[in-house]
């Protein structure tokens, strides 16, 4: 029988309520629902009490775990600069982790050599990508100065960078994310952008009084 999975969320509201006992859930509490927007319990109201906390990062554990639990409870945590829930972990039955560590245990040479296979294929893919990205600019940019499509590719499509060139538009070479990765580029090896901070004006500021500079250049390149 499969699992059953629930969300957990970690509040980001003050105004909820549990709906079994009536009770106020404080900020940051567990509140136990499909999404703050539906009904929900308080933890203890829930059926996860004396369950585990079994934090994240090991994709196998996490796999294992939920598999060897009658419920799996996704804890998932407000992030206020992303705007975005997170994943924390996932509160599973105690046996369930600990069957789980002995199956990793059992067949951990295994992954492990899977795991190294697997990544060299990724990096050989996103070298792979960031060649294309770079050709993809030189198309939409033919007058950019020799090579510097690299450069730009390579910066914008680093990976855990969170820029524009890791974007899933920007894997189907859209006009548009290389636009954004372009203007980038040009903004702080082109103008004076990086010199102006620390001279009493705000990001937004340096960018309004640099923005015709940079698309001059732009329509330059293009």
């Avoid at 009770?23 to 539906?38: R, T």
């Avoid at 009904?39 to 775990?65: D, E, H, I, Q, W």
Wanted: hydrophobic letters at 35%; a positive charge; proline letters at 3%.
């Amino acid at each position: 029988m499969a699992t059953v999975s629930q969300n957990i969320f970690l509040t980001k509201k003050e105004k909820l309520r549990c709906i079994s006992c009536g009770k106020k859930i404080p900020l940051g509490k567990s509140f136990v629902a499909e999404s703050e927007n539906h009904k929900g319990t308080c933890f203890s109201c829930s059926p996860f009490v004396g369950y585990v906390l079994l934090p994240p990062g090991n994709v196998a554990m996490t796999r294992r775990s939920k598999k060897h639990s009658t419920l799996c409870g996704v804890v998932l945590a407000w992030n206020q600069r992303g705007k975005r829930y997170e994943r924390r972990g996932q509160l599973v039955e105690a046996i369930a982790i600990e069957k789980a560590r002995v199956e990793c245990e059992q067949d951990q040479a295994s992954r492990d050599r899977k795991n190294k296979k697997a990544a060299i294929i990724r990096e050989q893919k996103d070298r792979e990508f960031v060649v294309n990205f770079a050709e993809a600019i030189r198309t939409q940019y033919p007058n950019c100065p020799i090579k510097r499509e690299f450069a730009i590719a390579m910066h914008a499509c680093e990976k855990h960078s969170g820029r524009v060139g890791r974007t899933a538009k920007a894997k189907e070479f859209d006009a548009k994310m290389i636009d954004l990765a372009v203007e980038a580029h040009i903004r702080h090896t082109e103008t004076n952008y990086d010199q102006q901070f620390g001279k009493g004006k705000g990001k937004k500021e340096i960018r309004v009084e640099i923005k015709s500079d940079i698309h001059t250049i732009m329509n330059k390149w293009k």
